[in-house]
């Protein structure tokens, strides 16, 4: 995970970097209070799967002493997440929403109706 004057970067700023750039085509800001984490992975000819991350305990933690509102995780790090002894449960359920996949990233950034107009 990269410090405060270090940029992201590897395959976890896959979906943070999808989102960044249909913000553009939506016109639509991505919201201050949101975080994610994810590589994004051609798994099907129509679907973009989320693929886990390394360390999202830490992820988590520095999404919650950031006081964001939301990070959005890889379905595939839920376990691991859960069983971890770094994030307090009560955490995990206020903030970390999960996604397998962009469709789902995109509907928790942007909202239910991000598809519809």
Do not use: C
């Not at 553009?24 to 201050?32: G, T, W, Y």
């Amino acid at each position: 995970m990269a410090s405060e004057d270090e940029p992201s970067g590897g395959l976890s700023a896959g979906l943070p970097s999808a989102l960044a750039f249909l913000s553009v085509f939506l016109n639509r800001s991505v919201p201050q209070g949101i975080a994610s984490t994810g590589a994004l992975v051609a798994d099907a000819h129509d679907v973009l799967v989320i693929g886990a991350v390394g360390e999202p305990e830490y992820k988590v933690r520095g999404a919650y002493n950031r006081n964001l509102q939301t990070v959005i995780l890889p379905e595939a790090n839920r376990a691991e997440l859960e069983t971890s002894p770094l994030v307090p449960r009560a955490v995990s359920s206020e903030i970390v929403r999960y996604a397998a996949s962009l469709d789902d990233a995109v509907v928790l950034t942007f909202g239910p109706d991000v598809w519809i107009e």
